[in-house]
C-alpha cells in the first residue's frame, strides 16, 4: 500500500524514521506548521522556522524519496501574545504564496480565547483570498464546544465545508463535523488521541467518506509509522484493504488536490546508498 500523512510534524522526526517510513509505504507527507514546545518571541523566529520547513525538510524528505508538502499558519497556542501574533501574520502571505505550501494551517483553538478567534479570522480571510485549503486544530480541552465554534465561524467568513478539515476530531466530533459537511481529521498516537483500536469503531460507524487518517508525529510520544499500524489493525478485524487505500492515499489527495500536491509518479526518486552516505540535506552540503 501507498500512504501519504497528511498531518505530520517531520521537523521533530530523525533521518531514520524517513527512512522507516519510506520502506513502510509511505509516499508522501503534508507537514503543517506548529508549536516548538516553547514560546517564540520575535517574527524572526517563524519566519525562519516556515522557510526551514518549507524548503529544507522537502530536500530532507526528498532525500528518502518521499514528497514534503506543508501548510502554513499561525497556531493558536501562540496567538495570544498578540503583538507578536499581528507581525507573524502580517508576514504569512509571503509563505502561503511558496510552492510547497498546500494548505492554511494549523488553525483554530486552544483555550479559546478572543485573541485565538481574532488570529483564526485573520488567517481565514488570507486563506479565502487563495481560495487556500484550511487545516483546522481543535482544542484538547472541550473539543466538542470548540470545534463547533470553528465550524460555525468558518461559514460565516464564506468556507465551503469541503475546504477545510476539522482535525483531532475523536468520538464526540466526528459525527457533528461530517454532519456539516466539513473533513473530518483523525491522529493515532500510541496513548493519547485516538488509538488504533478507537480509530477502528469510528471507522466502522462512520466509514471513509471525507474521512482523513493521520499521526501527527510531534515531540511527544508518538510514531510516525502507526498509519501502517492502524491499517494492519483494521485488516485484521476484516476491512476491506482497497478501502483502507484510499483511506490513506486517495482520500487527502482527493481534498489537497492533485495538482496543488503534485506528488511525483512512484514517489520521489530514492537512492538508499546515497541517503545515507552522500545527500546534501544530511552532511550540511559539506563534503568533510
Known amino acids: 500500500m501507498r500512504y501519504l500523512d497528511p498531518h505530520i510534524h517531520c521537523y521533530s522526526r530523525t533521518t531514520d524514521d524517513y527512512q522507516a517510513m519510506y520502506l513502510a509505504g509511505t509516499r508522501a507527507v503534508i507537514e503543517p506548521s506548529f508549536w516548538l514546545g516553547q514560546p517564540r518571541t520575535t517574527v524572526g523566529t517563524f519566519h525562519d522556522y516556515f522557510l526551514g520547513i518549507l524548503e529544507f525538510e522537502a530536500t530532507r524528505a526528498a532525500d528518502f524519496g518521499i514528497t514534503h508538502r506543508c501548510t502554513i499558519g499561525l497556531n493558536p497556542k501562540e496567538s495570544n501574545n498578540e503583538k507578536l501574533a499581528d507581525e507573524v501574520i502580517e508576514m504569512l502571505p509571503t509563505f502561503l504564496d511558496h510552492p510547497n505550501c498546500v494548505a492554511a494551517g494549523e488553525l483554530g483553538f486552544d483555550e479559546i480565547t478572543d485573541a485565538e478567534t481574532k488570529s ?3 488567517q481565514i480571510e488570507l486563506a479565502n483570498e487563495r481560495n487556500m485549503p484550511i487545516l483546522v486544530h481543535t482544542p484538547h480541552r472541550d473539543k466538542a464546544r470548540g470545534a463547533i465554534m470553528i465550524m460555525d465561524i468558518l461559514e460565516d467568513y464564506g468556507v465551503a465545508p469541503d475546504r477545510a478539515i476539522i482535525d483531532h476530531s ?10 456539516r459537511g466539513f473533513w473530518a481529521g483523525h491522529t493515532v498516537y500510541p496513548q493519547t488521541k485516538l488509538t488504533p483500536d478507537r480509530f477502528a469503531n469510528i471507522y466502522n460507524e462512520f466509514g471513509i467518506e471525507r474521512v482523513l487518517l493521520n499521526t501527527s508525529a510531534d515531540w511527544g510520544k508518538s510514531d510516525p509509522l502507526l498509519l501502517q499500524k492502524t491499517i494492519a489493525f483494521l485488516q485484521r478485524r476484516g476491512a476491506d484493504s482497497a478501502t483502507l487505500q484510499q ?16 506528488i511525483p509518479e512512484g514517489g520521489e526518486p530514492f537512492d538508499p546508498v546515497a541517503a545515507n552516505q552522500t545527500h546534501s540535506s544530511l552532511r550540511g552540503g559539506f563534503d568533510s
Open 170 to 179: 475523536t468520538e464526540e466530533t466526528t459525527k457533528a463535523i461530517l454532519d
Open 247 to 262: 483511506l490513506v492515499w486517495d482520500n487527502p489527495i482527493s481534498f489537497f488536490g492533485a495538482e496543488r500536491l503534485n
Open 120 to 122: 483564526l479570522i485573520a
